[in-house]
Every structure is written in C-alpha cells, then in structure tokens.
Nanobody
C-alpha cells in the first residue's frame, strides 16, 4: 500500500484547506483511513478517522471544524479543514493499517505541511 498526501500550505487564521490522500493497491474501500498530525517537538496525534462504511470520529480539538470523507471510486480520503487556528500548524499524515498473519502493519503517507499564520 502506498499513500500520497497533498494539499497542505500556508493559510491565515480562520482560513480553510482541503487535504487529500490517494492510496494505491486494491480493496481501499474495505479499510478505515486515518489522519494524524505532528506539530514541531510534539508526538504524532490522531486527528480523524473514517471507517470503511463512512463513519467518522474526530479529536476534540478539531470537532466541528474538520470533516473527513472518502471517495472509494478514486481510492482517496479527504480532510476538509475550516476555521484554522495557529495550533493546527503541523505536518499531516494519512494512515491505514493491514492485518497480515495476525500482525498489524501501518502504512503512512509522506506528510503534508499545514502552516496557519496569525
């Protein structure tokens, strides 16, 4: 599985961005997808999750501001970000997992940088 994230950039406080993550391989639609972010000097944190069925969960810090969606026909997951704050500044990674022989393998995109300026 290869993941390619894009859409990051520089935006002012209160602005919006949409991140995309395209996945290679088959059976994209049957797996959950996640978005994480990692701010400078901090640990990587889960931001949003979308299940194979389209159910979503969000970190408290982004609830009501971020929306995660997926287009299975394009093997792509999106993170629409509204009302951006300086604390949203981070590298954003998409993630998926596969279970092989009882072991979970994580796959990560290369990350896309979001910078929110005040």
């Amino acid at each position: 599985v290869q993941l390619q994230a894009s859409g990051g950039g520089l935006v002012q406080v209160g602005g919006s961005l949409r991140l995309s993550c395209s996945a290679s391989g088959s059976a994209f639609s049957v797996y959950a997808m996640k978005w994480y972010h990692q701010a400078p000097g901090k640990q990587r944190e889960l931001v949003a999750l979308i299940s194979s069925g389209g159910s979503t969960n969000y970190a408290d810090s982004v609830k009501g501001r971020f929306t995660c969606s997926r287009d299975n026909s394009k093997n792509t997951v999106y993170l629409q970000m509204y009302s951006l704050k300086p604390e949203d500044t981070a590298v954003y990674y998409c993630n998926t997992q596969r279970l092989y022989g009882g072991y979970v393998t994580d796959y990560w995109g290369q990350g896309t940088l979001v910078t929110v300026s005040s």
